[in-house]
Nanobody
Framework: QMQLVESGGGLVQPGGSLTLSCTASENTFGIYILGWYRQAPGKERELVATKSSGHLATIADSVKGRFTISRDNAKNTVYLRMNNLQPEDTAVYYC????????????????WGQGVLVTVSP
């Protein structure tokens, strides 16, 4: 099965920035929508942002204007640049690869990364 390897988590003060990286072990171009989810303590997992191989992207209202998702198709890597981090951003962040509808019909399965902890605290 394809693996997603994440990095970039850590402790940061409010107002600081971090960049998360997620690299897939297989080709993702044209096959998977790549994205990021997060789960804060005591809360349900929520969508943060997604990015297609092309121009389509989504971003949660809670992070709009502060977070940016980008994707390097040649490296099979998706990034999440997080600026002006706030305590409410504290969560475990999970990389996600969702097959397109076409590829779901042809046996491709959703894949999750192991998660990286982002802690925003004074």
């Amino acid at each position: 099965q394809m693996q997603l390897v994440e990095s970039g988590g850590g402790l940061v003060q409010p107002g600081g920035s971090l960049t998360l990286s997620c690299t897939a072990s297989e080709n993702t171009f044209g096959i998977y929508i790549l994205g990021w989810y997060r789960q804060a303590p005591g809360k349900e997992r929520e969508l943060v942002a997604t990015k297609s191989s092309g121009h389509l992207a989504t971003i949660a209202d809670s992070v709009k204007g502060r977070f940016t998702i980008s994707r390097d198709n040649a490296k099979n890597t998706v990034y999440l640049r997080m600026n002006n981090l706030q305590p409410e951003d504290t969560a475990v962040y999970y990389c996600n690869a969702e097959p397109t509808s076409y590829h779901k019909e042809h046996g491709y399965i959703e894949v999750w990364g192991q998660g990286v902890l982002v802690t925003v605290s004074p």
